[in-house]
Structure formats: structure tokens, C-alpha cells
């Protein structure tokens, strides 16, 4: 029989850690659709829009999440989310540190294909006829491969919470809302 764990959800983080959390959330949640929609689009203005856009956000997270990192090292955490499972309570360390590194590796794929696919003179003139037909290079599936897993922890960091919540009838949103 598993043992179910109280934990202690008044012990929270600091106040920069969970405006960073929930403005990387809205923001990545943002940038989904955005790349998934420039994906089948033909190159023109209407493409370029969005990926202006795309790119303006998804350094706006990247900054947010070399800041978080820094705050990771400099602000006391609260402590791990027992779970009563050894092996799930890696899991969720797993998880959380893996979205740090899917993070950087997205913004650093982004840019390898701005550079390697000669977009950032069309990104800079905003000019939608230097945009290149055919992105068929090895930074962008890379970008498109960190972007799946990135949705896949997403939704595994999701499921966690309200797994935890179902099972362990624990509010842990409390630890990361001011």
C-alpha cells in the first residue's frame, strides 16, 4: 500500500521564481501555436508577422529563463514534493530540471536557424521576399524535435500536479502562486 505524504505547501518560492513560472508559462503557451502554424505556412508577409513575433517572444523566454536559472542558484527553494514513491520523486526533479535545459536548447536551435537559414536579414528589413522557400536545415528539426518534448513535459508537469492533487489531496499550485 502506498503511503500518502503531507507535505508542507505553505514553504513557497520566491516571488521573482513564480512571476517568471507563470509569465514563461502564458508566454510558451503563446509560442505553441505560433510555430506550429509558421510550420505549413508559404513564405510572405503574413509569415513573417508571425514569426517576428515568434522570435521577439521567444527571446523574451529565454531571458526569463537564464533569469529563473540565476534564481534557481540564488533563491532558496522550498523543498521537494514528497510523493510516497521513490522512483516518481525522481521523476518530478527529473521533469522540472529538464525543462531548464529543453528551454535553452529551444532559444539556442531558434537561433542556429535564424543564422543557418539566412532569416535575420528578412527578420531585421522586414522584408517578407528574403524569407527562403525551403528551411529544410538541421536547426530547425532540432528546434521541432525540443519543441515536442518541451509539450511533452509541459503536459507531464500538468498531469503531475493534478496527479498529486487527485492523490495526495494536495494544493501544490499554493507553492508557486504569491
Given at each position: 500500500?502506498?503511503?500518502?505524504?503531507?507535505?508542507?505547501?505553505?514553504?513557497?518560492?520566491?516571488?521573482?521564481?513564480?512571476?517568471?513560472?507563470?509569465?514563461?508559462?502564458?508566454?510558451?503557451?503563446?509560442?505553441?501555436p505560433?510555430?506550429?502554424?509558421?510550420?505549413?505556412?508559404?513564405?510572405?508577409?503574413?509569415?513573417?508577422?508571425?514569426?517576428?513575433?515568434?522570435?521577439?517572444?521567444?527571446?523574451?523566454?529565454?531571458?526569463?529563463?537564464?533569469?529563473?536559472?540565476?534564481?534557481?542558484?540564488?533563491?532558496?527553494?522550498p523543498?521537494?514534493l514528497?510523493?510516497?514513491?521513490?522512483?516518481?520523486?525522481?521523476?518530478?526533479?527529473?521533469i522540472?530540471?529538464?525543462?531548464?535545459?529543453?528551454?535553452?536548447?529551444?532559444?539556442?536551435?531558434?537561433?542556429?536557424?535564424?543564422?543557418?537559414?539566412?532569416?535575420?536579414?528578412?527578420?531585421?528589413?522586414?522584408?517578407?521576399?528574403?524569407?527562403?522557400?525551403?528551411?529544410?536545415?538541421?536547426?530547425?528539426?532540432?528546434?521541432?524535435?525540443?519543441?515536442?518534448?518541451?509539450?511533452?513535459?509541459?503536459?507531464?508537469?500538468?498531469?503531475?500536479?493534478?496527479?498529486?492533487?487527485?492523490?495526495?489531496?494536495?494544493?501544490?499550485?499554493?507553492?508557486?502562486?504569491?
Amino acid at each position: 500500500m502506498k503511503t500518502i505524504v503531507k507535505n508542507n505547501l505553505s514553504d513557497k518560492y520566491s516571488k521573482g521564481t513564480i512571476i517568471i513560472h507563470w509569465l514563461s508559462f502564458l508566454l510558451i503557451i503563446a509560442l505553441i501555436p505560433t510555430g506550429i502554424i509558421m510550420a505549413d505556412m508559404e513564405a510572405g508577409t503574413a509569415k513573417l508577422n508571425l514569426l517576428q513575433l515568434h522570435v521577439l517572444v521567444g527571446i523574451i523566454v529565454f531571458v526569463l529563463t537564464l533569469v529563473r536559472v540565476w534564481f534557481f542558484f540564488r533563491h532558496k527553494r522550498p523543498s521537494k514534493l514528497e510523493t510516497g514513491n521513490a522512483l516518481h520523486n525522481k521523476l518530478v526533479v527529473w521533469i522540472e530540471n529538464s525543462f531548464y535545459y529543453i528551454l535553452i536548447l529551444l532559444c539556442i536551435t531558434g537561433i542556429a536557424t535564424i543564422v543557418m537559414g539566412n532569416i535575420g536579414e528578412a527578420l531585421q528589413s522586414a522584408d517578407a521576399s528574403l524569407l527562403p522557400e525551403n528551411l529544410d536545415i538541421p536547426p530547425r528539426y532540432a528546434h521541432k524535435v525540443s519543441a515536442i518534448l518541451l509539450i511533452i513535459l509541459l503536459l507531464g508537469h500538468i498531469g503531475g500536479v493534478i496527479n498529486h492533487y487527485i492523490k495526495n489531496k494536495e494544493n501544490t499550485i499554493k507553492r508557486i502562486t504569491p
